[in-house]
């Protein structure tokens, strides 16, 4: 590792790897109950868009754990920073590290590497914080591809059936708000985690947190609802909308010259992903100035936003939506309005000076790559 100093790890940071791998057997399990009941119900056609985001997602997860563990492999010193405790879980056996992620268990590997890891420097106070703190970082980089990669589409595919059957019950409701809440926190996560794994920057208190995490929920809960109300009215146009757009992603993802991944491939692995990502929330890649891009990006998805709200009221059943048409009418870009009022207030208010913005920037680009 090229930086000569991490943050302690902390009980803090045990707790929540421990907490990270029971969620996403929680959330594994969930999956397949959901499927389950839409194949039960004979819902073939949603049960293969849901079982298939769910293969994507992992093999993209696997992907980038792969690409990861080859490079940490290569990195000079490395093994002496895990303090004796090797690469990443059955990382030195490089064909069985292979199978492992082929067989989509590299992710779950990870999280019992940073377990076992954690465990030594915090119970045991053994060496290796640095790479404890490493590993944790990188879980959260790759729960992060994992939210926008599966819960995201899935949040948006849970409205649309609802939309489509015009059938509601409480516990959807809830699961609905649970899940935004949930893609939001994790947004925060990632970032609190990157604050922290930087030396350079400042880490991220909780007043800052919460106005974070608030203009993040304000932004990506109307964006999913919008999309899921386009896809009610234009089920076979929402397929066409999302590439077109990804593509546009992916093409001003590489001309901000992302330099993310060791490996042109994987670095076109990483603006795919970027893209997708792109698709429902706000992502910086690049240092430097980030305030025109994002300005560009909002301007375009509020433009977006607009033209598929606007679409769903024209082409809707007027009968079957007169309880709520209305409501969602205006709602939806109040919402995301005050989602960009609370961004700029967290600018303003909770985040770098501007000079110190300029130094470092805030994409993740070159958080890996200086670890």
């Known amino acids: ?66 690409f990861w563990l080859k490079y940490d492999r290569e990195l000079p010193g490395f093994g002496a920073q895990t303090g004796g405790g090797g690469a990443v879980l059955f990382g030195d056996r490089v064909k069985l590290s292979c199978l492992l992620h082929v067989l989509q268990l590299g992710f779950l590997c990870r999280h019992l590497s940073a377990i076992r890891q954690g465990f030594r420097v915090w119970w045991r106070k053994q060496e290796g914080s640095e790479y404890a703190v490493y590993l944790t970082h990188d879980l959260s980089m790759l ?28 516990v959807q409701f809830v699961s609905i708000a649970a899940s935004v809440v949930s893609i939001a926190w994790m947004v925060v996560d990632y970032h609190r985690s990157l604050r922290s794994f930087l030396p350079d920057k400042a880490k991220q208190g909780w007043g800052s947190s919460l106005i974070y995490f608030l203009w993040n929920l304000l932004l990506i809960a109307p964006r999913v609802a919008v999309l899921a109300l386009f896809a009610s009215v234009l089920p ?24 993310f991944m060791d490996s042109p491939g994987g670095e076109w692995l990483y603006r795919a992903t970027v893209g997708l990502i792109w698709y429902f929330s706000w992502f910086n890649v690049a240092e430097g100035r980030t305030r025109g891009r994002s300005f560009i990006y909002h301007s375009f998805m509020t433009a977006d936003g607009g033209i598929l709200l606007v679409t769903w ?47 470092s920037g805030e994409g993740p680009g070159t958080a890996r790559r200086s670890a």
């Not at 066409?240 to 992302?258: E, Y």
């Not at 079957?320 to 967290?346: D, N, R, S, V």
Request: net charge negative; hydrophobic share 50%; aromatic share 20%.
């Open 236 to 259: 076979d146009y929402v397929a066409v909308h999302f590439l077109i757009l990804w593509v546009v992603f992916v093409f001003w993802a590489s001309r901000q010259r992302t330099d």
């Open 313 to 359: 009221w024209c082409y809707r059943d007027p009968a079957q939506t007169e309880p709520y048409a209305l409501a969602l009418l205006i709602a939806l870009p109040f919402t995301y309005l005050l989602g960009l009022l609370f961004k700029a207030l967290y600018y303003c208010c909770f985040h770098f000076p501007p000079q110190a913005v300029e130094a």
């Open 143 to 170: 729960r992060l591809i994992e939210t926008f990669c599966e819960s995201a589409p899935q949040l948006t595919l849970m409205i649309y059936v609802m939309l489509r059957t015009h059938k509601a019950r409480t």
């Open 1 to 66: 590792m090229e930086r000569p100093t991490f943050p302690n790890y902390s009980w803090i940071d045990f707790a929540f790897s421990v907490i990270g791998a029971c969620t996403f057997l929680m959330d594994w399990g969930s999956d397949v109950w959901v499927a389950t009941e839409f194949y039960c119900r004979g819902d073939f056609l949603w049960f293969g868009v849901l079982v298939g985001d769910m293969v994507l997602s992992s093999v993209v997860v696997q992907m980038f754990s792969w």
